[in-house]
């Protein structure tokens, strides 16, 4: 199975339409529609996002090796997620832009 293919699979196994998917982790859905097509590359950031945002396994979503979901996720992760869903939505926008910035500048680094 593709990588676009293991979208579409983890997309399906959530039971979540494209358009709630996208919404989830802030991108639009027409971008989820043309990563499952295959009319788009996935990128680390993307990766990155829904590997944070569904607990997936980020080796399992490159390559397909390994279990689909995470075993169990970290205390950061628990207590980081929970003061996220504790915030307004318009902070949750600025907070996801500054982990985005984040990852792009370790991106840049390596």
Partial sequence: ??????????????????????RS??????????LECEHRRLND??????????GVN?????????????KTPGEKLKRMTGMFNELPPKFQDYIMKQIEQLINVTADKE
């Fill in 1 to 22: 199975m593709t990588i676009s293919g293991r979208i579409k699979y983890l997309r399906k196994a959530l039971n979540l339409s494209q358009v709630e998917f996208a």
């Fill in 25 to 34: 982790i802030h991108i639009s859905n027409g971008y989820i529609a043309e």
């Fill in 45 to 54: 950031r993307i990766i990155y996002l829904i590997s944070l945002t569904f």
């Fill in 58 to 70: 980020e080796k399992w979503l490159k390559t397909g090796e390994g279990d689909m979901f995470q």
